[in-house]
Structure formats: C-alpha cells, structure tokens
C-alpha cells in the first residue's frame, strides 16, 4: 500500500500511529510513504515502512518522475491522508486500484474527492490521529492506537544532547518558542519567566530549541532568563527525538517538535491560540493543554487580525506553571 501524506510535520506524526497499527496487523505487507523532501528525514527513522518515496519538486516533470516511480511498485491500495487535491491526485497518478480518501465533510478541500475511488467516513471534530486510524481500521480490520511511538523509531546516538552532557546539563526542559505561523508564538519574555520559574523550583536547565529562521527568539529568551536558559545546539529530527525523550518537560505551542515530543512520551505541557488541541493536541491525558481556541477571533490564521485581542497573549505565565505542576504531579 502507498500511504500520501505530504507535510506538514505534526501532520506526519498524527499519521504515525495508523502506520503502526497497520503493520502490527499486516507485518508482511509493503507499506510505503510519499513525502515532500524536508520530511523524508523523519520518516527514515521508520522502520515500520518499507520505502519513503520523495515527490521530485513541484513541477510537472517532477510530477511525472514521481509517478514512473510509484507505477514499479504496483499498489493495491493508495491511502490518502492529507486531504488536498494535490495529494488525492498523486495518489490516483500512483496507478492503485483502490485510492481512498476521508468522506467529503472531513477533507480540506473538498475537490479532492473526484480522485478517491472511495471514500471512508470519519467523523467531523475528531483528533487527527482518531481520523487517521478510523481509515487504517475500515480497510484492515480493528485497529488500537499507541499511546506514545518511541519503540517506532530506531534512533541514533544524539550528537546534539552529547553536546549538552559534554557542557555538563543533567536535567532539562524543552523549551520551543518557534513556530512556523507567528499567531502560535507564545511570547519570548513568558517563556524566559517560564524558564526562570523551572530552574528555580525544580533545578532543571532550560534548554530553547530553534530551527530555521528562528535564532532571534531562541535568543531572546535566552537573554531573558538571567541566564539560567541554555540554547540547544543544532538539531536534526532524530537529535530532537532523542532530546525529548530524555527531557522532564516539553513545552511548546503548536508546531511540529510538540508532535514529535508527544511521539516520544515526554511529559508535554501545550498552549493553542489560532488552532484547538481537540484535533491537534497531545494524546497522552496527563499531558496538558492550554488552549484560547474559544475566544480566538481568527481560527487557522498564520497571522493574528486582531493584535490588540490576540489570543496566545492572554496566557499568563502563573497558568503555564501551574500547568506545570499538574503535569509533573501526573507522571
């Protein structure tokens, strides 16, 4: 079978947990992933897949490279988990003989489903990862999900975290102030107060992530913290599996290394504004989530319309600590 799922990167891991569930029930079978390339990385990590195959750029002769290349394997089944039309119709082009979609109600754009020769009815305002297995379960039999999928991964030794070790951090905190819409971006200052307030209840070192484009916030925080919080060194997808399941929190809102870190069983306190933790949010109830989805005036926005009202502002850092201790109470 071909699974298609793009991007994003949370949205990969969501679907994570129908992949596994698929192979337990299918060991044999052939399962394989078309990704867009900044994702391939991650699931190479997978070795419950058989292949990861790239879609070769957006053009049409990558178009039509792609598709030589899923025709050789000959699918029975092309199962698309994205929703798009781009995705639907490289599905079809993969020359499956069932190409099945979500039912019309559950798709982003509804196009998609003049691809699917049929269509499996999910559910509306279910989590993603619930959506994901309803399809896996309708087309192999009874499917049960993992709560967390750290034995999923095969991991290598972290250069990242022997960084960290070798700079004589022991216990420490994620911290993720990064996100790629800037309406998910708790503020710098809270996350330092956030950071100052963990090292002095608990002693852990803060230590803030970042990815591309994101130095200036990493650093803001940093320097905001009266120097108890450290910047991560350059991470991989693998680094920041294995930092988060080494880590006593994760804290983030939502972007893709909450996923990952909720993939790995770290225990995970999240704050949502623009988008609601009931279709995106950590799976494991004892993790927590903060959420202003209610009284957000601009859902599923990259960017806030009404500044003066944004919504991820109103989060207080005394809520996050207290969520905190919630969380840490719960282990």
Not at 170 to 193: C, M, Q, V, Y
Not at 260 to 282: I, S, W
Request: hydrophobic residues 45%.
């Amino acid at each position: 079978m071909l699974i298609v799922r793009l991007g994003s990167l949370g949205d990969l891991v969501h679907a994570l947990p129908a992949v596994a569930a698929i192979r337990d029930a299918h060991p044999d079978a052939q399962i394989d992933w078309l990704v867009e390339k900044p994702h391939a990385e991650l699931l190479r990590l997978v070795p419950a897949l058989s292949n990861v195959i790239v879609l070769k750029g957006r053009s049409m002769a990558g178009w039509w490279a792609t598709r030589r290349e899923l025709r050789a394997h000959k699918y029975d089944i092309a199962l698309d988990l994205q929703g798009l039309v781009k995705s639907a119709a490289l599905a079809r082009l993969s020359g499956a003989r069932r190409v099945v979609g979500f039912d019309t109600k559950a798709l982003r754009e509804p196009g998609a489903r003049f691809f699917y020769t049929e269509q499996i009815q999910v559910g509306e305002g279910r989590h993603v990862i619930e959506k994901n297995l309803k399809s896996s379960e309708v087309i192999f039999g009874t499917m049960q999900p993992k709560t967390h999928l750290r034995a999923l991964f095969t991991l290598h030794p972290s250069p990242a975290l022997n960084e960290l070790r070798n700079a004589r951090v022991g216990d420490f905190a994620l911290l993720n102030p990064g996100a790629a819409w800037p309406n998910k971006r708790w503020p710098p200052e809270s996350f330092a107060a956030v950071a100052q307030w963990l090292h002095a209840t608990h002693g852990w070192t803060p230590v803030v992530l970042w990815g591309p484009g994101e130095d200036a916030i990493a650093d803001a925080v940093v320097a905001a913290s009266n120097g108890v919080a450290v910047r991560a060194p350059q991470t991989t997808f693998n680094d920041l599996l294995v930092m988060a399941g080494e880590a006593q929190l994760f804290l983030s809102g939502d972007t893709g290394p909450l996923h990952l870190a909720c993939a790995m069983g770290a225990p995970v306190v999240a704050l949502f504004g623009p988008t609601t933790e009931h279709r995106n949010g950590p799976w494991d109830d004892r993790d927590v989530s903060i959420s202003r989805y209610g009284q957000c005036a601009c859902h599923y926005q990259r960017v806030c319309r009404q500044p003066a009202q944004w919504c991820l502002g109103t989060i207080t850092v005394d809520e996050v600590t207290a969520a905190i201790s919630q969380r840490v109470a719960a282990r």
